[in-house]
């Protein structure tokens, strides 16, 4: 048998188990640095297949498997473990039993995938060469984002890696597909907070007042010009703001507008110049009209490039491993993920994993009450990553 079709033989013969993973995750969700009984349980299953992990980031691990000549090269393979504040509304032997916690972003499919992973890996070890290193994340989904933890404390040093993949599942993607895209992937994402500072008074009297609301509004609409004339019309960009509170009434001018919002970029240049040009200019305009800006922003997670020469190798190895008629491209989008940290150190590929099946109604999108995959997915996932790390091994 090749070591490609023992791959795949093993995958299914671990799919029941990698079930039951992932059912006991998506049962136990826990949120973003609280993953202690996560870390817990997927280090028990990595010490029943012979794996010793190392704590790192509180609440994270790393852990190695070696093959053969084992220092001649490292390839590393992510996966997040936190959850969302959402309640979960799926009526499922496995729903959520911690109240207004849930799997919804599938980071429980991905530490699953990656236990199964490792269990392959660790059975053909003595059919490779090198050493694979297995990241399991926390905090994916709240800044400053787990991978920037796993960084400081490491986990891509004593060898660099020379590359690092991560899977997202993907409910556009019907389950069997496999999405790939090189370079351009997804947006940074930080948050800006304005307050607008103005005098109160009454409503009939804006004369004596410094109208807060007014200067909001001129600034939100001024802002969306950034977008319009200083982006870089081929780089995609957004700005919204979601949030706006100014508690006066018909006849009341309050003091203040706290106003809450997005801006995302795809390039780090334009990311830290469009920031400022936010600042400066809501500030300016505030003070214009005779009031006050006070402006915060908090950093988020950097924009993600896909290498794409690591993209080319393991979306061929994917073609190997489910045929070209599932393998396919898939466009951009403004969402953000910490992977992209790991991708500003080392060469870095994020590929998605079709979870979709309309047939079984499975068609809510992530950070949905409703979120859930086919479970099919997991006998790809697993036995593909392992499949994909090996062949970057022999490169
Ligand atoms: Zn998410
Ligand atoms: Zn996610």
């Known amino acids: 048998m090749s070591l490609l079709e023992k791959i795949k033989s093993l995958s299914q013969v671990y799919t029941s188990q990698v079930v039951e993973f992932r059912r006991h995750l998506h049962a136990n969700p826990e949120l973003s640095y609280k993953e202690f009984n996560t870390v817990k349980y997927v280090r028990e299953q990595l010490r029943s297949f012979g794996i010793e992990p190392r704590e790192v980031a509180t609440t994270g691990l790393v852990a190695e498997i070696k093959g053969r000549n084992a220092t001649k090269k490292t390839f590393a393979l992510r996966a997040d473990m936190d959850a969302l504040p959402i309640t979960e509304a799926n009526d499922v032997p496995y729903k959520s039993i911690n109240t207004g916690v849930m799997h919804a972003c599938g980071h429980d499919v991905h530490t ?87 005098k109160g008074g009454h409503g009939a009297a804006p004369d004596l007042a410094i109208d807060p609301i007014v200067i909001a509004s001129h600034i939100i609409i001024a802002l969306q010009q950034i977008i319009s004339r200083n982006a870089n019309p081929r780089q995609p960009t957004v700005l919204t703001f979601g949030n706006i509170i100014g508690k006066g009434a018909t006849n009341i001018i309050p ?10 970029a795809m390039n780090e240049e334009w990311r830290n110049s469009g920031l400022e040009k936010i600042k400066k200019m ?23 490039e896909n290498n794409p020469e690591l993209t080319r190798r393991i979306k061929a190895a994917a073609t190997e491993y489910v045929g070209k008629e599932n393998v396919v491209d898939i466009d951009i989008t403004l969402g953000a993920e910490d992977f992209s940290y790991y991708s500003q150190v080392i060469p870095a590929s994020f590929y998605r994993i079709g979870t979709r099946n309309e047939a079984k109604g499975i068609t809510s999108y992530v950070h949905t009450p409703t979120f859930n995959i086919d479970e099919d997915a997991l006998t790809i996932s697993t036995g593909l990553m392992a499949w994909m790390a090996i062949k970057e091994l022999e490169t």
């Not at 069997?176 to 351009?184: L, N, T």
């Not at 003091?255 to 995302?264: C, K, Y």
């Not at 500030?283 to 915060?296: F, H, I, N, R, W």
């Open 112 to 198: 699953s995938s990656l236990l199964g992973t490792a269990r392959i890996l660790q059975e053909v070890k003595d059919q490779f060469e090198g050493t694979v290193r297995l990241l399991f994340q926390p905090g994916e989904e709240k800044n400053p984002g787990g991978a920037s933890y796993m960084i400081r404390d490491g986990v891509l040093k004593n060898p660099q890696p020379s590359g690092i993949i991560g899977q997202h599942v993907f409910p556009i993607l019907p389950v069997g597909k496999i999405g790939f895209r090189e370079g351009m992937a997804m947006a940074s994402a930080d948050e800006i907070y304005l307050r607008v500072i103005g």
């Open 255 to 264: 003091d203040e507008v706290n106003i809450a919002g997005t801006f995302r």
């Open 282 to 304: 809501a500030e300016s305009m505030a003070e214009g009209m005779g009031g006050k800006c006070e402006v915060d922003i908090s950093r988020g997670y950097p924009y993600l």
